[in-house]
Protein backbone atom coordinates (compact mmCIF):
# COMPACT_ATOMS: atom_id res chain seq x y z
CA UNK A 1 0.00 0.00 0.00
CA UNK A 2 2.72 2.55 0.64
CA UNK A 3 3.42 2.35 -3.06
CA UNK A 4 0.09 3.69 -4.84
CA UNK A 5 -0.24 7.28 -5.24
CA UNK A 6 -2.19 9.70 -3.82
CA UNK A 7 -0.55 12.30 -5.70
CA UNK A 8 0.14 13.14 -9.65
CA UNK A 9 -1.46 9.73 -10.72
CA UNK A 10 -1.51 8.49 -14.73
CA UNK A 11 -4.99 9.77 -14.79
CA UNK A 12 -4.66 13.26 -13.29
CA UNK A 13 -1.67 13.97 -15.17
CA UNK A 14 -3.69 13.05 -18.78
CA UNK A 15 -6.72 15.02 -17.80
CA UNK A 16 -4.44 18.18 -16.22
CA UNK A 17 -2.88 18.06 -19.83
CA UNK A 18 -5.84 17.84 -21.96
CA UNK A 19 -7.18 21.24 -19.81
CA UNK A 20 -3.84 22.80 -19.66
CA UNK A 21 -4.02 22.34 -23.71
CA UNK A 22 -7.66 24.07 -24.17
CA UNK A 23 -6.34 27.13 -22.10
CA UNK A 24 -7.96 26.24 -18.79
CA UNK A 25 -5.40 27.15 -15.72
CA UNK A 26 -5.80 25.80 -12.72
CA UNK A 27 -4.25 24.54 -9.22
CA UNK A 28 -3.03 20.67 -8.36
CA UNK A 29 -4.01 19.19 -5.53
CA UNK A 30 -4.73 23.18 -3.31
CA UNK A 31 -4.16 22.96 0.33
CA UNK A 32 -6.34 25.59 0.66
CA UNK A 33 -9.54 24.50 -0.87
CA UNK A 34 -11.11 21.86 1.07
CA UNK A 35 -10.82 18.13 0.25
CA UNK A 36 -7.71 19.00 -1.42
CA UNK A 37 -9.43 18.14 -4.75
CA UNK A 38 -7.09 16.89 -7.39
CA UNK A 39 -7.62 20.17 -9.88
CA UNK A 40 -9.33 23.09 -8.89
CA UNK A 41 -10.13 26.47 -10.56
CA UNK A 42 -10.39 28.87 -7.57
CA UNK A 43 -11.84 31.65 -10.00
CA UNK A 44 -14.76 29.39 -11.38
CA UNK A 45 -15.07 27.57 -7.48
CA UNK A 46 -14.91 24.17 -9.60
CA UNK A 47 -13.12 21.33 -7.56
CA UNK A 48 -12.29 17.81 -9.70
CA UNK A 49 -11.19 14.93 -8.44
CA UNK A 50 -10.25 12.02 -10.10
CA UNK A 51 -11.65 8.71 -8.50
CA UNK A 52 -9.91 5.65 -9.11
CA UNK A 53 -12.59 2.89 -10.10
CA UNK A 54 -11.09 0.31 -7.07
CA UNK A 55 -10.43 2.76 -4.42
CA UNK A 56 -13.58 4.89 -5.09
CA UNK A 57 -16.36 2.31 -5.12
CA UNK A 58 -17.48 2.42 -8.81
CA UNK A 59 -20.18 0.20 -9.14
CA UNK A 60 -19.79 -0.79 -5.55
CA UNK A 61 -22.91 -2.90 -5.09
CA UNK A 62 -21.73 -5.14 -8.13
CA UNK A 63 -18.89 -5.23 -8.01
CA UNK A 64 -17.82 -5.50 -4.20
CA UNK A 65 -18.76 -9.08 -3.82
CA UNK A 66 -15.57 -9.91 -6.51
CA UNK A 67 -13.15 -8.84 -3.50
CA UNK A 68 -11.71 -12.43 -2.96
CA UNK A 69 -9.10 -11.79 -0.68
CA UNK A 70 -8.80 -9.58 2.50
CA UNK A 71 -12.61 -8.89 2.16
CA UNK A 72 -13.17 -7.60 6.26
CA UNK A 73 -9.97 -4.57 4.94
CA UNK A 74 -10.58 -3.41 1.68
CA UNK A 75 -15.13 -3.84 1.85
CA UNK A 76 -14.95 -1.08 5.09
CA UNK A 77 -11.67 0.80 3.39
CA UNK A 78 -13.70 1.01 -0.19
CA UNK A 79 -17.19 2.18 2.09
CA UNK A 80 -15.32 4.95 4.36
CA UNK A 81 -14.13 6.10 1.04
CA UNK A 82 -17.29 6.27 -0.53
CA UNK A 83 -18.52 8.49 2.37
CA UNK A 84 -15.57 10.54 2.75
CA UNK A 85 -16.28 11.55 -1.33
CA UNK A 86 -19.96 12.26 0.09
CA UNK A 87 -18.99 14.36 2.82
CA UNK A 88 -16.62 16.26 1.11
CA UNK A 89 -18.79 16.79 -2.02
CA UNK A 90 -21.67 18.25 0.64
CA UNK A 91 -19.02 20.91 2.64
CA UNK A 92 -17.90 22.04 -0.93
CA UNK A 93 -21.36 22.46 -2.44
CA UNK A 94 -22.03 24.24 0.71
CA UNK A 95 -19.01 26.60 0.40
CA UNK A 96 -20.33 27.20 -3.27
CA UNK A 97 -18.34 25.04 -5.36
CA UNK A 98 -19.64 22.71 -8.14
CA UNK A 99 -17.74 19.73 -7.90
CA UNK A 100 -17.16 17.48 -10.48
CA UNK A 101 -16.27 13.57 -9.57
CA UNK A 102 -14.77 11.47 -12.66
CA UNK A 103 -13.90 7.73 -12.79
CA UNK A 104 -10.50 6.51 -14.16
CA UNK A 105 -12.62 4.68 -17.16
CA UNK A 106 -14.38 7.89 -18.30
CA UNK A 107 -10.76 9.35 -18.53
CA UNK A 108 -9.25 6.65 -19.88
CA UNK A 109 -11.88 6.02 -22.45
CA UNK A 110 -12.72 9.08 -23.77
CA UNK A 111 -10.69 12.61 -22.48
CA UNK A 112 -12.49 14.16 -25.13
CA UNK A 113 -16.13 13.59 -23.70
CA UNK A 114 -14.60 14.35 -20.07
CA UNK A 115 -12.93 17.70 -21.10
CA UNK A 116 -15.97 19.02 -23.30
CA UNK A 117 -18.13 18.80 -19.52
CA UNK A 118 -15.36 20.13 -17.74
CA UNK A 119 -15.54 23.03 -20.51
CA UNK A 120 -19.35 23.14 -20.04
CA UNK A 121 -19.28 23.41 -16.02
CA UNK A 122 -16.86 26.57 -16.48
CA UNK A 123 -19.05 28.02 -18.72
CA UNK A 124 -22.50 27.42 -16.16
CA UNK A 125 -20.38 28.71 -13.28
CA UNK A 126 -19.43 31.50 -14.97
CA UNK A 127 -22.62 32.88 -15.53
CA UNK A 128 -23.57 31.98 -12.42
CA UNK A 129 -20.81 33.99 -10.67
CA UNK A 130 -21.68 36.79 -12.68
CA UNK A 131 -25.23 36.92 -11.81
CA UNK A 132 -23.92 36.96 -8.17
CA UNK A 133 -21.69 39.84 -8.29
CA UNK A 134 -24.10 41.95 -9.79
CA UNK A 135 -26.37 44.48 -7.22
CA UNK A 136 -30.39 43.33 -7.06
CA UNK A 137 -32.11 46.86 -7.79
Known amino acids: MSR ?5 TSIERALSRALWHK ?3 FRKN ?3 VFGHPDISIKKYRIAIFCDGDFWHGYDWENRKDAIKS ?3 YWIPKIERNIAKDEET ?7 G ?3 IRIWEHEIRND ?9 RAIE ?3 INLSHQDKPAF
Not at 89 to 95: P, Q, R, T
Open 4 to 8: IKGKN
Open 23 to 25: GIR
Open 30 to 32: SSS
Open 70 to 72: RRE
Open 89 to 95: NHILSAM
Open 97 to 99: YKV
Open 111 to 119: IDDVVAMIM
Open 124 to 126: EQR
